[in-house]
């Protein structure tokens, strides 16, 4: 459910969240390749971004993610394979690519959660290498579902993007 008055997304009782405001676009979707549903507040320019880009300088997408890819036992599986895959799509790769790390997340008392953090590189189709950060959080809400919270930050955004993203992760609640 997108509360698009109040930048709020709800999954029934058990979860809410605040997306970011303007410049932030608000957009419901949904895609058969990674999740079964998702709901992304997506920024086609940043203040301060020269280039036109149908590259994303930065965005936040919470889903639900494909029974596929998630591994019934590891939290820690779950959320590197959504890094994995989400660092595939976001743009043309550039190189060798960094190790995903795993983080130990406690941010949701009473759920168990997991991180997954990776430094990419791409192509900007000009002969430039950007550099972008990738941030997946999975946060197991039932033995059978898993919400997850992706995070996109280029290289160029700006400190308030930035803040931006991590007042919108500040602002997710668990019931």
């Known amino acids: 459910m997108v509360d698009p008055g109040n930048r709020l997304i709800r999954w029934s009782r058990l979860f809410s969240a605040e997306l970011p405001p ?3 676009e608000l957009q419901t979707l949904n895609t058969a390749a990674l999740f079964t549903s998702f709901v992304a507040a997506l920024q086609t320019k940043d203040v301060g971004w020269t280039n036109q880009a149908s590259w994303w300088p930065s965005a936040v997408t919470v889903a ?11 939290l820690s599986a779950t959320a590197g394979a959504l890094a994995s895959e989400l660092r595939g799509r976001v743009g043309k790769a550039s190189g060798k690519q960094d190790a995903i790390t795993i983080e130990p997340e406690d941010r949701f008392p009473g759920r168990a959660a997991q991180r997954a953090v990776a430094v990419a590189r791409y192509d900007d189709d000009r002969g430039k290498v950007i550099t972008a950060r ?3 959080t999975v946060v197991q809400i039932h033995p059978m579902a898993h919400l997850a919270w992706f995070e996109l930050l280029h290289e160029r955004s700006t400190q308030q993007t930035a803040e931006a993203l991590a007042k919108a992760y500040e602002s997710i609640w668990v019931a």
């Open 134 to 136: 990738i941030r997946v």
């Open 64 to 74: 639900i993610p494909k029974p596929a890819l998630v591994d019934p036992t590891s």
């Open 22 to 24: 303007s410049p932030f």
